[in-house]
């Protein structure tokens, strides 16, 4: 394990990677805007940079982990790339991650986007089952695949270096449509002194992870196209159970406004003739794709 790492960023997430890399036995430099933030890393054994250029120039492989798009463009302003390993941790679309690539490939390196799916105190343990989605390079990703599977487990996802992103930002976007029907279904029984939160946490629990089987559900009839067989819950049936949903909110004083938005969706595919399908087909109808019922 002693293949050098340069990191820009010593933010939550930077200082997180970098201790797994020096723990790991990697020379580290490492390089942060306020220069105080590498002082505990030094003592740990990394060498700090005085600028970006002098980071970058240190290792074949250059990490970056800053808090957003702009914040790399001026920290890599001017900062000579040729035949540099770049990889970008920086949270961002894809349309910015493939910009990025073309930037970076047009100053002579080679490039990889990544989106990590882990919070700070993840970093470095394998149990807790964090890892980085990337893209871009193959060539990069194979050459550094030990490397970079340090801090947290690597799951490269494809050539167009926006697909890390992309990834990235479909599971986080799954994810705020839990924390929208959570938090609902916690206004829902707020009120009420008889129902104790940490009482309706694991019914809340059971039932949502009972129904993330609909991924699953989901995913056969996109690639099947077949969006009638075996459905069990049709929209019919479901549109027609959404007076019960509002009613049951303005009876218990809470705002509608998470729910609207889907129920809005599905009676529109209803609208379509969709009766007889699910909520699968509302991917179609969301993507504005032609073959929507
Ligand atoms: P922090 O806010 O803790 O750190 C931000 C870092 O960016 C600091 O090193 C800061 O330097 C630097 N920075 C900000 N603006 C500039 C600039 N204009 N020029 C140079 N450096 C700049 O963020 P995190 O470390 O938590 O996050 C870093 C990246 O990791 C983000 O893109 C984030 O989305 C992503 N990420 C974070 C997760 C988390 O839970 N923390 C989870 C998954 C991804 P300075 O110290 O000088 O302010």
């Known amino acids: 394990a002693d293949n050098p790492v340069t990191l820009l960023g010593l933010g939550a997430m930077g200082t997180a990677l970098a201790r797994t890399w020096l723990a790991a036995g990697h020379p580290l430099t490492v390089w942060n805007r306020t220069a105080s933030r590498a002082d505990a890393l030094v003592a740990e ?5 005085a600028t970006a250029a002098e980071a970058v120039a240190a290792s074949p492989l250059i990490v970056v982990c800053l808090l957003d798009e702009a914040s790399v463009t001026e920290a890599l302003a001017g900062v000579d790339l040729a035949g540099k390993d770049v990889v970008d941790l ?30 700070p105190p ?6 807790a089952g964090g890892y980085v989605f990337y893209s871009g390079s193959r060539a990069l990703f194979d050459a550094h695949a030990d490397t970079l ?8 996802v494809g050539a167009d270096p926006g697909f890390a992103s992309l990834h990235d930002v479909a599971l986080l976007s799954g994810m705020y449509g839990m924390f929208a029907g959570i938090t609902h279904a916690f206004a829902l029984v707020r009120g009420e002194a008889d129902i104790k939160p940490t ?8 039932w949502l992870h009972a129904m993330s ?7 056969e009839r996109l690639e099947s196209g077949d969006y009638t067989t075996g459905v069990v819950s049709n929209l019919a049936m479901q549109v027609a159970g959404i007076p ?4 049951t909110a303005a009876g218990q004083g809470v705002s509608t406004e998470l729910l609207t938005p889907f129920f809005g969706l599905m009676e529109r595919l209803l609208g379509e003739g969709a009766g007889a399908e699910d909520t699968a087909r509302a991917v179609d109808l969301l993507a504005g794709r032609a073959g929507a019922a």
């Open 149 to 156: 599977s340090v801090p947290a487990g690597a799951n490269f």
């Open 90 to 119: 920086t949270t961002g679309t894809p349309a910015q991650a493939r910009a990025r690539a073309r930037w970076a490939e047009e100053r002579g390196a080679r490039f990889l986007d990544g989106g990590i799916m882990a919070v």
């Open 213 to 219: 089987g609909a991924v699953d559900g989901y995913a």
């Open 45 to 49: 054994g990394a060498k700090a940079a």
């Open 244 to 247: 019960t949903f509002l009613g």
């Open 199 to 206: 009482e309706f946490a694991p019914l809340l629990k059971g």
């Open 122 to 127: 993840m970093i470095g343990i394998p149990e």
